[in-house]
């Protein structure tokens, strides 16, 4: 049968490394990404992460917070990614349950809808708000996020992973 992959138990998360990597993903927004419309919003998919995985910790109150964060940042309409970011954390953390019995592939399919939805709606306030349609390109940005999902999940349970020591001395 070939080497199995090992087990691991998760440690409770630290709210340190949850603010970092919202943090870092902020920061990875703001980089000018050419071209801009293939970039993932990291924002957004670490806020899924978080609202999947830690729905008591990480939720529309973080979404709203970050968003307003990323449209001050960016220069953009206030309140336009506040919102879009508190839509995708409540349907996150309404889907978490759900999301977190599949494989990280179907959790990345899961996700990409997720992405999508948040994109059109974000997409629906500019032009709400005055904007010109830039595109249908623009909507491969959350499919190239939900592909780097796998990734993402992975280095943000780095902390919190604990290989299973097996105790021969324990009766149990």
């Keep these: 049968m070939g080497a ?9 998360v630290r709210v340190g490394w949850i603010v970092a990597s919202f943090a870092v993903s902020l920061m990875l ?5 050419q071209p801009a419309a293939l970039a993932p919003d990291f924002v957004a998919m ?3 992460f978080w609202c999947v995985r830690q ?4 939720g529309l109150g973080a979404g709203w917070f970050m968003g307003l964060l990323n449209d001050a940042g960016s220069g953009v309409l206030l309140g336009q990614h506040a919102l879009v970011y ?3 954390a409540f349907g996150a953390i309404t889907l978490s349950r759900r999301i977190l019995w599949f494989s990280v592939w179907a959790q ?3 996700v990409a809808v997720l992405l999508v939805l948040a994109q059109a709606i974000g997409l629906l306030v500019r ?3 005055g904007a010109e349609f830039p595109g249908w390109s623009l909507f491969a940005a959350p499919l190239i996020g939900a592909a780097l999902w796998p990734a993402l999940s992975f280095v943000l349970l780095v902390p919190q992973r604990r290989p299973v020591e097996v105790d021969e001395t324990r009766p149990i």
Excluded: G, K, M
Excluded at 4 to 12: G, T, V
Excluded at 29 to 33: C, D, E, I, R
Excluded at 55 to 58: A, G, K, M, T
């Design 4 to 12: 199995e992959r090992p087990q691991y138990i998760l440690q409770p």
């Design 29 to 33: 927004n703001f980089v000018p990404w």
């Design 46 to 48: 670490t806020l899924a």
């Design 55 to 58: 729905p008591r910790l990480v």
């Design 86 to 88: 508190a839509l995708l």
């Design 108 to 110: 990345a399919l899961h």
């Design 127 to 129: 032009v709400a708000a």
